[in-house]
């Protein structure tokens, strides 16, 4: 795909969006005693009353794409590739496509021990850098949390029950809250500057706590009860939101789809729900439906399982003035022939529910060298689905970094 295909299919989609879009409106001709206020201007409120404007234009703005773009997003995009590392300006998304994604992810295990890099050797320092370049150039930003136990001081994947000792009352309640405050302190370098000289901090889809309904970390279902889940993350939203000050997080909630049965999504989805006022996405995790190793069903009925699956979290959105996300996915090694338009592309397009997700997002691309594992989830050059990853690209449902229009405004 040439660099001057590219350009011009992003400036027609940037054509295109703008009129669909809370930063493109025209101006009114009418006086500015009719300027719509900022509680009528945005229709999709978030849990935070007091959000700053630009993550609420932000929210809103991704509810506006619904039924027509869908966002791309990888983990740890900038920082490595599969045979690359270090290098100040590259991803293998770009490699590829010519273009990043149009969503960051971000990982904070690692954080709260004050460890210099993550348990997946990012650099923090550099990490907040890239954030405020993604930013810089229109991306949005999630960040996930694998927080190590404050109990065991093992990692997220240790299995001694810990969060009934990490709500209020619990023995290691004051413990638990200067881990969440290294990420007050990491978000306070999250900070950009207008074009007239006003700082504002980053919005950022923060998605704690996420696959509570598996077996896998100490949050997950079978090492803590459902109460005392739903405590900690209404405590950490409300320690974060209301008495640290932070007032640029859209939080995010995403079940693994693994663990729900399809015949009964909602009463599945909704274990340990924290309520609507602690939640703005309705996301899900979904690797299960897409060739997972244990998943044994045909290819058609796990694209089935896709589309019913992204339909369920639709409908619990809509019924609750939120939008929904894949807000983790991908096939690891990416084993599949034409995976991103068989098994991504064409299920979402077959029907108009699905097409109502925001974005969706592929975890990370290990660094074979460094890591000594191969691991990946977006396409790298040379890689067997790289031309099918462009055919995705392409397609005008599917939104990268360099395609966005403004989204903060």
Known sequence: MSLSFSIV????????????????????????????TTEQRYSHKLSDKNATPETLALYNNLAGLRGRYMLFGHEDS???????????????????????PALYG?????????????????NFKHMQEWIKAGYSRGGVITISWHM????????SWDKTPTVHELVPG??????????LDTFVAFNEGLVATD??????????????????????????????????YIALWQFTVKYLRDEKGLHNLIYAFSPDRSRIDLAKFESDYFYAYPGDEYVDVIGLDNYWDLGHEANTASADEQK????????????VAQARNKIAALTETGNNRLTIPNFWTERILNPILAGAEAQQITYMMVWRNANLVREKSEQFFAPYPGQATAEDFKTFFAHPFVLFESELPKLYE
């Open 148 to 155: 190590y136990s404050p109990v065991s001081g093992a990692n």
């Open 9 to 36: 299919r992003a400036a027609l989609v940037a054509l295109t969006i703008c009129g669909l879009l809370l930063g493109c409106d025209q101006q009114s001709s009418s006086t500015s005693a009719t300027t719509p």
């Open 195 to 228: 074009e007239d000289g006003n700082t504002h901090s980053i919005p950022i889809i923060f998605r704690p706590w996420h696959e509570h309904n598996g077996d896998w970390f100490w949050w997950g279902k079978g090492y803590v009860s459902e109460q005392d």
């Open 170 to 179: 619990g023995a290691k309640h004051d413990v638990f809250k200067t881990y």
């Open 78 to 100: 900038l920082a490595y590739g599969v045979n690359w590392e270090g290098d100040p300006d590259r991803s293998d998304v770009r490699d590829v496509t010519g273009s990043n």
């Open 304 to 315: 089935a399982g896709f589309v019913t699956a992204l339909k369920g979290i639709v409908k």
């Open 106 to 122: 971000w990982e904070l295990g690692g954080l709260e021990l004050g460890h210099e890099k993550n348990l997946d050797g990012v």
